[in-house]
Each structure stands twice: as structure tokens, then as C-alpha cells.
């Protein structure tokens, strides 16, 4: 079995099916992606996968164990972790207190006492923001701000790595490192679920992916696979290959350049 399994998960508000018998997994060693318009649903699956929503049917399997029902910090102590879309950091703390605080709450008292085998400079420069590392977190640029979430989500050490927008704010250069630092995350066992816009990124570094649009799941597959689906197509640019006819051959190379 996967390490995370989403299984028929519909969420309801009021009237207003935001997902609907969305079905997926994410498994150990693997970069799995979760893309789709906005407002396809893909934070919503975030949100049931980490406790934060409540599904109206479905079931969220971790570890070959109901989680359904797991609060919140259940899920984050069995080692499920996240970032968010709108930066969370504490922005009176320093870069390297963001972090500290993370792996004090993860860690308990041997992280209180320092007796903790994880090094919290290590982290920052893991993920390549050491040289911010005395600066108060409202001050650093957005996409440090992002790196900073990661490393504090490091921190906590976990199995299940959930990353909603993380390449939002970085520069070219840096989001290659970003995709170098996942695939080396991934090979260490981790398993790593990314909703990204980037589509050079998620095509670059995903074993992995699932479309979301409406609430539902559209197709899931690998890269190639998904590049050339009609269905992933129309959704992101209202129509494919498929529909495309001779005099349309520019059309089709918008295709290639946004998909690939």
C-alpha cells in the first residue's frame, strides 16, 4: 500500500462541491504532483490530508491507518508535514528562531534541552538560506520567506512532505535548486505531494501526477502522459491537440511551450 492514500474523498460547503470522489496517492521515494486550475480544489485535498477539513464522504488512509478523524497535530506527530500557500512564518523571529521553534515543538523536551540529534544550521543551509539566517522573517524576500517554510518543515522530520505553492516567489535559479533539493528529499525516502503552477517544475522532477479540476480528478499519470492528455489540455488552456486542425499549428506550439 501507498504511504498516503486518498480514497473517494467528496467535501461539501453548502451547495458547493469543492472536491468530488477524488481518489490518489503519494508513496515513499516519490515526487507526486497534485496541479490543476485555480479553484480546482487541490488546497481543499491539502486541507482534508493534513486535518484541517473535515471530508463529507471519503476516507484518508496514512501508513495503512484511518486518519480521518486524526486532529491536526496527531497527523503532524506521526510525522505529516506541510507548507502553505500564504506564507506562515513569525516575522518578529529571526530566520533561525522560525526553524528553532519548529523543531522544539516537533522535538519535545529532548529538543528543549538540546539533545536532539537534528542541527538547525544544517537545515538553513539545506535549503540555502544560512546567509538570512539573523534576519527577522518579515523582512526576507518572498521566495527566502518559502525556503524558510520548508526548513521549518524539515525540522519536524517528516514521512509525508505536503508543499502547496512552493515555488511561488523563487527566481529561475533558485527554483532549480528547489527541484534538485526535492529529488534528494524523495530518494532519502520521503514522499513529497506538490501542488505547483510551475509546470518546467512539475514536469522536472515529478514521478507523478494527478490533475484536479472542478473537485475531480481528470487524470493521473506520469509526466509524458499527462503532458498529452486532451483532458489536462482543455482544462489549463480550454482546448487540445485533438480539437486543433492544420491552420492551427501555431496554437499547438503555445501547447508544447506552457506543458513542457
Not at 535549503?127 to 521549518?152: C, H, N, Q
Request: aromatic share 6%; with cysteine.
Amino acid at each position: 500500500m501507498a504511504l498516503l492514500e486518498v480514497d473517494d474523498v467528496v467535501v461539501r460547503f453548502g451547495g458547493v462541491t469543492a472536491v468530488n470522489r477524488a481518489t490518489f496517492t503519494a508513496d515513499r521515494g516519490q515526487i507526486t504532483g497534485l496541479i490543476g486550475p485555480n479553484g480546482a480544489g487541490k488546497t481543499t485535498c491539502f486541507n482534508v490530508i493534513t486535518g484541517l477539513q473535515r471530508p463529507t464522504k471519503g476516507k484518508v488512509r496514512y501508513r495503512e491507518r484511518d486518519v480521518t478523524g486524526w486532529p491536526v497535530h496527531k497527523r503532524a506527530k506521526h510525522g505529516v508535514g506541510r507548507t502553505f500557500q500564504r506564507l506562515e512564518a513569525f516575522g518578529s523571529l529571526s530566520v533561525r528562531d522560525n526553524v528553532r521553534v519548529a523543531h522544539e515543538i516537533h522535538g519535545g523536551p529532548l529538543a528543549w534541552f538540546g539533545r536532539s540529534r537534528t542541527n538547525i544550521e544544517a537545515l538553513l543551509d539545506r535549503v540555502g538560506i544560512r546567509d538570512y539566517a539573523d534576519e527577522r522573517a518579515d523582512s526576507i524576500p518572498t521566495g527566502t520567506a518559502r525556503l524558510l517554510e520548508l526548513a521549518r518543515c524539515l525540522a519536524s522530520d517528516p514521512k509525508l512532505l505536503l508543499l502547496d505553492e512552493p515555488s511561488s516567489g523563487l527566481d529561475e535559479t533558485e527554483t532549480d535548486a528547489f527541484g534538485e533539493l526535492l529529488v534528494e528529499l524523495a530518494a532519502e525516502g520521503c514522499a513529497v505531494l506538490m501542488v505547483e503552477h510551475d509546470m518546467d517544475l512539475v514536469m522536472g522532477v515529478c514521478d507523478e501526477i494527478h490533475v484536479l479540476d472542478f473537485g475531480e480528478i481528470i487524470a493521473s499519470g506520469a509526466p509524458a502522459a499527462i503532458r498529452s492528455d486532451p483532458k489536462v489540455q482543455r482544462a489549463y488552456l480550454g482546448y487540445s491537440d485533438d480539437d486543433a486542425d492544420a491552420g492551427r499549428d501555431s496554437d499547438t506550439s503555445v501547447i508544447e511551450a506552457v506543458t513542457s
